[in-house]
């Protein structure tokens, strides 16, 4: 069929998706091992106040190095780890590895660490957080929880009480991508985010008039919501201009700083 045959065309483009069982296979037990053998690690990408141009977090951001010192993107092993359930320790690694990065730290006030469908989903996430903090000694409002609307996600009531016990601890909880899923705006309706990063695809297709009324309707959507506004994926001046004439709250993208170190965030102040 036509479908078969497009992704057949897309996976000759692709070398990670060329075979997928074959890599998907490969990762699996590397995935289980990674925390264990260092494979694993977080870089950072600030998060700045269009207003004042201060940096007001950080987004931890994974990455996997294989043995032999290629990598593979998290597009990649995200999907793979949350089908084989090493998702589990390596979002709870990914917490607490941030936790620790920003007590080091005199620039990162506020983390953000994106969480897995599967992991809000597991009985004992919120308390899992909870100990994380308990452990590090850090404050839960200085750490934000990215989650992504999926397609499998449905808003089963323990993902609400999940959502709620990890509110009361401080922790915010940001949707991440919005616009790009099924269920946005089921979950705007359920769920008070205290953030809203709307997907970059909004911000690439605004150079036509079309596109940029598509920006302004997400923007005054989730403004009357009341939810702090933050758009991703800013890559040129004319973009910036373009985010504050729609007074955006925040921005992030390789316009203003890409993912790095901890120490090398430490080394930029
Ligand atoms: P995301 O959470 O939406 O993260 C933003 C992605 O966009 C990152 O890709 C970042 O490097 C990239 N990006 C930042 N600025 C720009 C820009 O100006 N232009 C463009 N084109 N891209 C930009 P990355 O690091 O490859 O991560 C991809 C996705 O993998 C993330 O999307 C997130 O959904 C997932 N991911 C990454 N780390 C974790 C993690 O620790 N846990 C979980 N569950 N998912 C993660
Ligand atoms: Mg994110
Ligand atoms: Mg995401
Ligand atoms: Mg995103």
């Not at 987004?59 to 359930?85: H, K, Q």
């Not at 660490?113 to 009985?123: C, G, I, K």
């Amino acid at each position: 069929s036509a479908k078969a045959s497009g992704r057949n065309c897309v996976r000759t483009f692709d070398p990670m998706l060329r075979r997928p069982n074959e890599d998907a296979g490969k990762l699996v037990p590397l995935l289980a091992a990674a925390i264990d053998r260092r494979l694993v690690s977080l870089v950072y990408q600030p998060i700045f106040d269009l207003r004042d141009g201060q940096m007001k977090a950080v987004e931890a951001l994974m990455r996997l190095r294989m043995p032999d010192g290629t990598s593979v993107p998290p597009s990649v092993f995200i999907p793979i780890a949350e089908r084989s359930g090493s998702i589990i320790e390596l979002g709870r690694w990914a917490i607490k590895t941030a936790c620790q990065d920003i007590l080091a730290s005199d620039r990162m006030t506020t983390v953000s660490v994106n969480v897995s469908p599967v992991q809000l989903r597991t009985p004992g996430f919120a308390a899992s957080v909870a100990a994380i903090l308990e452990e590090t000694g850090v404050s839960g409002s200085r750490l934000a929880l990215e989650v992504t609307e999926g397609l499998d996600m449905e808003m089963q009531p323990e993902v609400l009480r999940c959502v709620a016990d990890l509110q009361a601890l401080g922790v915010e909880i940001w949707l991440d991508d919005f616009g790009s899923g099924y269920a946005g705006l089921s979950w705007l309706r359920a769920i008070e985010f205290n953030t809203v990063k709307v997907d970059r695809t909004f911000l690439h297709d605004c150079s036509d008039e079309r596109g940029l009324t598509m920006l302004q309707d997400m923007v005054a959507l989730i403004r009357n919501r009341g939810n702090t506004i933050l758009v991703e994926g800013v890559e040129t001046e004319a973009q910036m201009s373009v985010l504050q004439n729609l007074s955006i709250d925040r921005v992030q993208g390789f316009h203003l700083g890409r993912p790095v170190t901890a120490d090398l965030l430490e080394a930029s102040a």
